[in-house]
């Protein structure tokens, strides 16, 4: 279904000046079309939008105390949740919002799942449930998006061919990366689901789409994707995983810890490498030390605990 025209922005632009010639209903033909352009602007619609700039502007922010982004989450996070849905075809809202759940999944739901495994297992499954039905929420939100912004989308990528090229418009390329990231990150922990794991290669897919595009996406995020999804999907190469988190890594500067980590567990751990394993460990929490935002602190903090379960883990 094809979504409604987005109201004219505001505010409008004055009609011009009527030219001594022209016929003096085109003018009242002009003002009434600017009229009409003002009432589809209305207040409220004016207010939403401009809330919906500044939530989006703030899910870009980055916070370098973790603990503050923790609890702050849940509420920024329904708040723009709500706000979406008054103005559906916002798109950088969209995409906060799908990058908020996502994230907070990972660092705060699923690790801490994956941390009482142990001790806790049905504790564990709760929470892995938990972090599964926002991955999902987060890729509902970013497939609406690039549906509303390109009716059809979905439908052109659940029936396409592995072998097809597919490439996004520019400004559909961060939407595809966390719609590709949840959708994965959901199967990960569905591997007792069919249906689910069923969907990977439709993952392979949007992320394929989204490399074709901006490969440098992210500062090496769509490069470490790329990586993680070779290396999981059947039949994946694991030196093709290397390079693209090779890539990533040299995008990032070095800077960035998420490639380190990333390596070490699709790597190194299935390869049995532990020297490999822990050399890659260390470099993330150097990456960390040297950079503390907040995507650095969260795999700071998982690479510090993958290094205290090595000796179960090989």
Not at 78 to 103: D, N, R, W, Y
Not at 268 to 297: C, I, K, V, W, Y
Request: hydrophobic content about 50%.
């Amino acid at each position: 279904m094809k979504p409604p025209m987005y109201p004219v922005s505001c505010p409008v632009q004055p009609p011009p000046v009527e030219r001594s010639g022209a016929p003096r209903w085109v003018g009242w033909m002009v003002l009434l079309a600017v009229l009409a352009a003002l009432a589809a602007c209305s207040p409220r619609q004016l207010l939403v939008r401009g809330v919906a700039d500044e939530l989006a502007s703030q899910g870009q922010a980055d916070e370098e105390d973790l603990g503050l982004a923790r609890d702050a989450s849940p509420f920024y996070l329904k708040l723009s949740e709500s706000l979406l849905k008054e103005s559906p075809g916002h798109q950088q809202l969209a995409q906060a919002v799908a990058s908020g759940f996502t994230q907070y999944a990972y660092a705060f739901v699923a690790f801490e799942a994956e941390r009482m495994a142990a001790t806790d297992a049905k504790a564990a499954h709760t929470q892995n449930e938990r972090a599964r039905r926002l991955y999902l929420r987060a890729h509902h939100h970013a497939m609406a998006a690039l549906e509303w912004s390109d009716p059809g989308f979905k439908a052109r990528l659940l029936r396409a061919q592995a072998a097809e090229s597919g490439v996004l418009k520019p400004d559909q390329v961060g939407l595809a990366y966390w719609a590709a990231a949840s959708w994965g990150a959901s199967i990960a922990l569905s591997k007792d689901d069919a249906d689910a794991v069923a969907d990977l290669p439709a993952v392979v897919r949007l992320a394929t789409w989204a490399w074709n595009t901006s490969p440098s996406h992210g500062h090496g995020a769509l490069a470490s994707l790329m990586g993680t999804l070779e290396a999981a999907r059947p039949g994946g190469s694991a030196p093709m995983a290397a390079a693209y988190f090779d890539q990533a890594i040299a995008l990032g500067e070095g800077r960035s810890a998420a490639p380190y980590v990333a390596k070490a567990e699709s790597i190194a751990l299935p390869a049995g490498d532990r020297p490999t394993f822990e050399a890659l460990l260390r470099a993330a929490l150097a990456a960390s030390a040297a950079r503390r935002d907040m995507s650095n602190q969260v795999m700071q903090a998982r690479a510090e605990w993958l290094l205290g379960q090595a000796d179960d883990l090989f």
